[in-house]
Each structure stands twice: as C-alpha cells, then as structure tokens.
T-cell receptor, first 111, second 112 residues
Framework: NAGVTQTPKFQVLKTGQSMTLQCAQDMNHEYMSWYRQDPGMGLRLIHYSVGAGITDQGEVPNGYNVSRSTTEDFPLRLLSAAPSQTSVYFC??????????FGPGTRLTVT | QQQVKQSPQSLIVQKGGISIINCAYENTAFDYFPWYQQFPGKGPALLIAIRPDVSEKKEGRFTISFNKSAKQFSLHIMDSQPGDSATYFCAANQNYGQNFVFGPGTRLSVLP
C-alpha cells in the first residue's frame, strides 16, 4: 500500500493563479480531509468528505473548492491564489473519521 | 469553544527523562483525543489516542492521561530518547471527522 499520496511536493504560484493539489489513497477509506499547517497554529481543517459525492466545509474553507468523485481521490482546488494561502497542505484519510492517516504534504508559496 | 490549547510550546529533556505535554479543551462534545508526532518535512503520524470514558491509556513508552472533569489531557513519554525529538500535536474530534481541531504543537528536543 502506498497509503496517502500527494502531488506536487512543492509549488510556487503567482497571486491570482489557480491550481489543483492532488490527493489519493489506496486504503479504501471513506473519510478524507484537507488541512493547512501554518507556524504556531497547528493544523486547520479546510474541507472534508465522508464518502464519494459528499463534501463539507471545515474551519477555513474560503478560497478552496473540493469534490469527491471516487473513494480514492480528493483534489483541492485553489480558485485564485492569494499570499495568505502560502502554507503546507496535508491530505488525510480515515476508515472511521477519527484516526487520520496523513500524506507527505505539499508546500505552497504564493508570491 | 472549538480551540484546543497546548503547552509548553517547546520542551528540552535529557535522554532517559520524562517528557510531559499538556492540552486543554472547552467543547464537551469532543469524543476522541489523539496525539500526533511530526518529524520535519513529514506528515503527522498518529501516536496514541483516547476516548473520554477512559482515564489513562498506555502504549509502550507513551501514556495519555485524561481528566474529563477538568477538560484536560496530557502525553507522557517515559525514558525519552533522541529519536523522540519531533513536534507533538494534541487534537480533539467529534462527529467522526466533522470537527477535528488541533493544538498549536510542542517542539520536543531530547538531548543525548
């Protein structure tokens, strides 16, 4: 099992550009989530999904879109990048919604 | 009410010593309290977790103590090793992933 994979590992965007962060898991987990990690703030939940076709907002959803067409994939879209979205983004999956298995992260810089 | 507070921000311990990290929460609806370990450049990894109906859980050198009335829980690392040097996050969850909240983290350094 590869577990949770994320691409790309690093990305630099200009303000106003859009992009999609990819996340895939091969553990057949129903629950998937996106977090951002900023210094001194821990991880904050952006969006989550409790199954294919079902998504909902977390604590900091503004500026991000998600969709879940398959159990395996949960992409995160930045609609119009802003410097405030400079962060490390982690995708996670879970069999129950409690224990989270995290991917290696994507480090995003918006200039 | 959704915040999870964590202390200390950083901790230095000698090899063989005990590392203690504390967390506090306000939302009594939380029903799952995990601890995550994160090494630089890596994603967080689940270390140990506890439910509110249990006061203590031990896995190897790692123990969670849970005080429901005080709304506090702590991580104890016994016989701390240099390989334990990492950032530790406490967290709390309710409704199976719909309200996952993390503490700000504690950077632990274990000196050889």
């Amino acid at each position: 099992n590869a577990g949770v994979t994320q691409t790309p590992k690093f990305q630099v965007l200009k303000t106003g550009q859009s992009m999609t962060l990819q996340c895939a898991q091969d553990m057949n987990h129903e629950y998937m989530s996106w977090y951002r990690q900023d210094p001194g703030m821990g991880l904050r939940l952006i969006h989550y999904s409790v199954g294919a076709g079902i998504t909902d907002q977390g604590e900091v959803p503004n500026g991000y879109n998600v969709s879940r067409s398959t159990t395996e994939d949960f992409p995160l879209r930045l609609l119009s990048a802003a410097p405030s979205q400079t962060s490390v983004y982690f995708c996670a999956s879970s069999p129950t919604g409690h224990e989270q298995y995290f991917g290696p992260g994507t480090r995003l810089t918006v200039t | 009410q959704q915040q999870v507070k964590q202390s200390p921000q950083s901790l230095i311990v000698q090899k063989g010593g005990i590392s203690i990290i504390n967390c506090a929460y306000e939302n009594t609806a939380f029903d799952y309290f995990p601890w995550y370990q994160q090494f630089p450049g890596k994603g967080p990894a689940l270390l140990i977790a506890i439910r509110p109906d249990v006061s203590e859980k031990k896995e190897g050198r790692f123990t969670i103590s849970f005080n429901k009335s005080a709304k506090q829980f702590s991580l104890h690392i016994m016989d701390s090793q240099p390989g334990d040097s990492a950032t530790y996050f406490c967290a709390a969850n309710q409704n199976y992933g719909q309200n996952f909240v993390f503490g700000p983290g504690t950077r632990l350094s274990v000196l050889p």
